[in-house]
Each structure stands twice: as C-alpha cells, then as structure tokens.
C-alpha cells in the first residue's frame, strides 16, 4: 500500500492534444523533487501503454520511450483499470514492466489514498 | 475519506463522467457544472438514483438554467458559494473533463 502524495489519472490517448505528455512531465517534476507520485491508467489512458508503437510513423514526438525512465525516478506505482483494457480487447503487454492490473473496485481503493489526483 | 467530484463534460460527448462513477465510493458528492448539466437526462444518472448508494448528486443551478436544462426533483441546485463551501466539507477534489 502507498502514502503517495499525488495520483496521477492518464485518460487520454498517446498522442490526444499531448495530455499524455504533460502528465509525464508533471510527474517527473514531482518524482525529481523527491514527492511520492503514483500513476493511474484509465479509459483511454491504457493506449499509452501498449508495445511496439511507432510515433515517428505520425511524425509525433516519441515521449512514451520516457517511460522506462520511471524506475530510475522511483516511481514505482503503477496501476491499470482493468476492465479499460478488456472493453477495449487489450492484451496486457505493456512497453513497461513492473505495472499493477487492478479491478475497478480496487483500482478506486488504490487512487483514494492518495491527498492530490490530477487528471489529463 | 470522501471525494467531491466536478463532472464539467457530458456523457453523450465524452466517457469522463462513466470513469468518475467507475471510481467514486460511497460518501462521495457529485456536483454537475458547465457541460456536465446535460448529465442529468443521462441513463448514467438516471440509474444511480434508481439504486440505492450513498452518492450524492447537486447540479450548479446557473450553469443548468443557462442551458434550459431542468434538474428532476431529486438532484439538489447549488450556488457556486455552496460549491466553495463542499469542497471544505470533502478531502479531496477531482475535475473530470
């Protein structure tokens, strides 16, 4: 179970708007300063994880390769809303490891610890 | 522990206010306001008052009439100063748009 100070729900696609990117910069700045941060997937989020993606293909800056820099920010709480990827016939293969599929029920449990929740 | 949450998007346009409801425990408040008023003919509403839960529902009364949209009985009309003063009463706040 996590203290975090701050959830961080993704519900967009990769490359909607760049919501996806700067909710990675906010947690980045937020894990840099030492603040516990968890990362929540949900609804459209989920696609922001899954492998073999090729951005340069929409000429889209490649910011989900920044992913694999969570470990070194300790950011270690990572949580998916299961029933996202089943409505959405997703396999769970992920471009990151070390990621919890949650239910709905506990997902919510999960995001409710947390004192602050953004939501891109 | 409960969260106020501010559905500012309609269900018909966008999923937010279903990913609120997949997320939302009992005690919470759900307070409609901008576009989140056309929620209030949504099947997504309708069923939650039909069930019984602890969720509360309020719809910001300008931000319905603006809309010519007619909160039923059941859902309460709230000013913004009430708004201010619900999020004194919950400890956390999320903006779902």
Redesign the interface.
Known sequence: MTTNLLAIINSSAPYNRNLGKESLDVALIFASFEQGVSLFFQGDGVYQLIDQQNPQKISAKDYLKTFSAFEFYDIEDIYICQESLTVRNLSESFHIDNVQVLPPETFAKHLAMHQQILRF | ?S?LHLIRSSAFHR??FE?CL????SNDTIIFCDDGCYNLSHPLTTNLLAQENKLTIKVLQDHAQARAIIAPQTIEGITMEDLVSLTFTH??V????
């Open positions: 522990m969260i999923s937010d990913q997949s997320i939302a425990q400890d956390k999320i903006t779902w748009q």
